[in-house]
């Protein structure tokens, strides 16, 4: 089936990404699925190379410490000083990384949609991001190598939000109205079973000690990038073989490289001038910050679980698993107020529990291990509600006939603001010398979301 083309952007509009739905004829269950294992494919980067296992007990590790270093009493402040070093080059990474989505990512969203070349963009995406992970094999753990690592990992950052933008755009060759949350939610879901399954493979692993496997030259951890990288391979050939093209493109959208970031602005600015989307200006710049924040929580939660509370390998990944299915759980169970009390109760409900689980981890990291499974595990409980809620409250400060518009800026928006909570750490820990101190980056950087979505208003006015 051709989709249909999406329609002309109206003058003064946002327009970045609209959403055109397919009409009231369902996808195929093909289609839906095939769409849906993307998010299985690539979820094990997050999850296992740069959340859970690769990052947090191998890169930032003494491994790729000065050998005199390395040999330091771990309890001693210059050991302590030079790990924290590893995690605050992580964060520097990751802070590039983000500045390269905001000046890539919306202009290679906006040409492929103006071009109708989604699924193009999608492989040059995914394929990097593959690569990245293949490449990740030749970190061996030595000093001179620990930023070839960061370098992989940012890359492969970058060129995985690049394939997302259109991952998401494709979503409008295979969705209706009344099929497109729940094949949205089992994209995500999918993501969270990938994560799960991946995690659980290298316990399995684990526990049979790499079925005799040498672990010297860091070699466990390289094959498990090497491994994602095949995962990524195997699950991703549905998408490019079974879904659409979501549109034949947008030639009333075709500009030059540079003239994309001008009618970017544009769409910022008209937001903002009329009066009836003006709330919804003001909630895209909350939401950029907060979700930040919450990113945060994912992207560096594992390394002050390793760093900071001395998790070992199975602890890790075993608290990995309880995240995932908790973070899942919740935002299930946390849709079902989201209509009796409304989102934004349950945004700020969800970022004040966060804040505060936050604060005790810091304040209490003397406390041992069971402070991080606690504090750890409430912060990723309400990580899944806030998001989930922060789309139902787009929707309903969304000017009629305009959502896909301002939900395409609302993905822009958030790439914009995606450097906050990896600065915010970088410079806390370099100021200190004390990886602990990053949590207080993350921190601070949901108050600040908090503290913008408060004036915010429900309704457009």
């Not at 249909?4 to 699925?33: C, D, N, S």
């Not at 103006?114 to 030749?138: D, E, N, P, S, Y």
């Not at 690592?149 to 209706?176: C, K």
Request: net charge neutral.
């Amino acid at each position: 089936m051709v989709p249909k083309p999406q329609a002309p952007a109206r003058p003064g509009t946002v327009g970045v990404i609209g959403l055109e739905l397919r009409g009231e004829t369902p996808a195929p269950k093909k289609q839906v699925y095939s769409w849906a294992l993307w998010d299985w494919a690539t979820q094990p980067f997050n999850t296992v190379i740069l959340t859970f296992i690769f990052t947090a007990l191998y890169l930032v590790s003494d491994s790729f410490l000065p050998p005199e270093l390395a040999a330091l009493d771990h309890e001693s402040k210059a050991y302590e000083a030079a790990e924290a070093g590893l995690a605050s080059g992580l964060g520097l990474g990751s802070t590039i990384a983000a500045f390269a989505i905001l000046l890539l990512a919306p202009v290679l969203g906006q040409r492929a949609d103006a071009a109708g070349r989604q699924k193009l963009w999608l492989g040059i995406g995914t394929g990097a991001l593959i690569v990245c992970m293949f490449g990740l094999w030749f970190v061996e753990p030595v000093p001179s190598l620990f930023w070839l690592g960061v370098a992989l990992i940012s890359a492969g950052s970058v060129f995985g939000e690049i394939a997302a933008v259109n991952s998401n755009a494709m979503l409008i060759g295979i969705a209706n109205p009344k099929t497109v949350g729940r094949i949205s939610g089992l994209g995500w879901g999918f993501g969270y079973l990938g994560g799960i399954v991946a995690l659980t493979i290298v316990v399995v692993l684990d526990t049979f000690d790499w079925f005799g496997m040498s672990t010297d030259n860091g070699l466990p951890f390289r094959l498990i990038a090497v491994g994602c990288a095949v995962w990524a391979i195997v699950f991703s050939i549905p998408i490019f073989l079974n879904v659409p093209e979501p549109s034949l493109g947008r030639p009333e959208r075709k500009v030059g490289f540079f003239a994309s970031y001008r009618l970017l602005v544009q769409d910022v600015i008209g937001l903002y001038r009329t009066p009836e989307t003006r709330q919804t200006f003001w909630f895209l710049l909350a939401s950029a910050v907060f979700r930040d924040g919450l990113s945060g929580v994912f992207a560096f939660g594992a390394v002050i679980a390793a760093s900071v509370f001395g998790f070992e390998f199975q602890q890790l990944v075993i608290f990995g698993i309880a995240a995932n299915l908790i973070a899942g759980v919740s935002t299930i169970i946390a849709g079902r107020f989201d209509d009796r009390f409304g989102p934004k109760r349950i945004i700020l409900i969800s970022l004040g529990a966060m804040i505060i689980a936050g604060l005790a981890v810091f304040f209490l990291a003397d406390g041992g291990t069971m402070v991080f499974w606690i504090g750890g595990l409430i912060l990723c409980a309400f990580v899944g509600p806030a998001q989930a809620a922060s789309r139902s409250f787009l929707a309903r400060v969304t000017p009629a006939g305009r959502e896909g518009e301002i939900f395409g800026l609302y993905a822009t928006t958030g790439r914009a603001a995606s450097w906050m909570a990896s600065g915010a750490w970088t410079i806390l820990i370099a100021l200190t010398a004390q990886t602990a101190f990053g949590i207080l980056g993350i921190v601070i950087v949901l108050i600040a979301g908090f503290l913008l979505l408060l004036p915010v208003k429900t309704q457009a006015s």
